[in-house]
Nanobody
Framework: QVQLVESGGGLVQAGGSLSLLCEAS????????MGWFRQAPGKEREFVAA????????VYADSVKGRFTISRDNAKNTVYLQMNSLKPENTAVYYC???????????????????WGQGTQVTVSS
């Protein structure tokens, strides 16, 4: 089992920044991927960003490219999501997820992820 705990959410004004982090504990895997997803009120959960743990390769949703950065700290088993130039439409619950056996050419599909955190609220005011 893998436990994921997100933190760092909060309230920020449009144009501001927030940094989320997700700490993983429990069973670890050498070749897994970590992703961030979000769910806005009344909408389905969607992909935000992901990173392969070994290579550090990243992928982003088009809507966040250039504004969000995903990174990881191997020693701390922690993945980060730095969010800049936030917009009101970025308001959502942000979830961290782990894929213990990620497909070679895909990181953005929710059903591939095996473990999920409880989520952290991000609210961007206009």
């Amino acid at each position: 089992q893998v436990q994921l705990v997100e933190s760092g959410g909060g309230l920020v004004q449009a144009g501001g920044s927030l940094s989320l982090l997700c700490e993983a504990s429990g069973r670890t895997f050498s070749n897994y991927a970590m992703g961030w997803f979000r769910q806005a009120p009344g909408k389905e959960r969607e992909f935000v960003a992901a990173i392969r743990w070994l290579s550090g390769n990243t992928v982003y949703a088009d809507s966040v490219k250039g504004r969000f950065t995903i990174s990881r700290d191997n020693a701390k088993n922690t993945v980060y999501l730095q969010m800049n130039s936030l917009k009101p439409e970025n308001t959502a619950v942000y979830y961290c997820a782990a894929d213990v056996n990620p497909p070679r050419y895909r990181l953005s599909t929710q059903v591939d992820y095996d473990y999920w955190g409880q989520g952290t609220q991000v609210t961007v005011s206009s």
